[in-house]
């Protein structure tokens, strides 16, 4: 059963206040909502005081989710506010900056390059300018041997097979997917999940996001087993799922659920 209204209102409140970074901040976005009626008593009630203040995700993971549901659906400006909640959240500049390469290679560059330079005008702004001054890292220059060898030995890890033989699984790949398979070893793999600012872990709940977000059943189904071999829990991505009825709607997250439920029957992986 859920809460009172005045319980959901002060768990919001306190959501405002740390994705804000301070009770004044809480304030000015509660005031906000409380302009717009029954929608922004939604935000602050159900969002932020029923779905936000659950505590099966952190809300550190919780706004590493949100900013990718909001980069890879287009949805600038609240990413603006959720780029800079994440930091008050505890994601560091270098993992925001990692977030749109990860989210590159799912949604697609333009939606990267879009909410990186949302970043930026953030960060700069944090840092009391109006251009940053830190840059992002940049791409290392890997030669194509080692592009493909990082990207054939991240299977190993995605796949949960640690034995996995990886000069048959590349033709395999090659075989069935030609110059796509190519780009997908080299570029997504290779060049983007090795990386090192984000953990496998963390680059799973983003790719899954993304995916979840944009209803991609089939790549969802995969990288749902994949986020479990890099230690997501069953829980967590449930609290995922819950939080995308907020930012994408229930269709959206309904369906994502449904994805989940299948690849969890199968079973394998801790549901702690």
């Known amino acids: 059963m859920s809460e009172d209204v005045k319980t959901r209102t002060e768990r919001g409140l306190d959501v405002l206040r740390t994705l804000g970074g301070s009770p004044e901040a809480a304030k000015g976005m509660a005031d906000y909502f409380e302009g717009l009626g029954a929608v922004g008593q939604i935000a602050l009630r159900v969002g932020a005081g029923e779905v936000w203040a659950r505590t099966g995700l952190s809300r550190r993971d919780r706004s590493l989710v949100v900013i990718s549901f909001l980069t890879a659906l287009g949805r600038e400006v609240e990413l603006r506010a959720h780029v800079a909640g994440g930091l008050h959240h505890g994601l560091c500049p270098e993992e925001i900056d990692e977030l749109f390469v990860q989210i590159g290679a799912y949604a697609g560059l333009p939606f990267a390059l879009a909410g990186a330079g949302i970043a930026n005008e953030v960060l700069a702004q944090r840092e009391g300018g109006a251009v940053r001054k830190t840059k992002p890292a940049s791409l290392e220059a890997k030669d194509p041997a080692r592009r493909r060898a990082d990207g054939l030995e991240l299977l190993k890890t995605l796949l949960g097979q640690p034995d996995l033989d990886l000069q048959t699984t590349e033709q395999q790949i090659l075989a069935s997917q030609g110059a796509m398979g190519e780009l997908v070893m080299d570029y997504a793999f290779g060049d983007v999940w090795t990386r090192p600012p984000l953990s496998r872990r963390d680059r799973s709940l983003v790719v899954v996001s993304v995916l979840a977000a944009l209803n991609m059943v089939h790549e969802l189904e995969i990288h749902l087993q994949g986020a479990l071999n890099h230690g997501v829990t069953?829980?967590?991505?449930?609290?995922?799922?819950?939080?995308?009825?907020?930012?994408?709607?229930?269709?959206?997250?309904?369906d994502g659920m449904r994805v989940a439920k299948s690849v969890f029957g199968r079973g394998g992986a801790s549901a702690a």
């Open 234 to 254: 069953q829980v967590e991505i449930e609290e995922m799922l819950l939080t995308l009825a907020i930012y994408g709607g229930f269709p959206r997250a309904i």
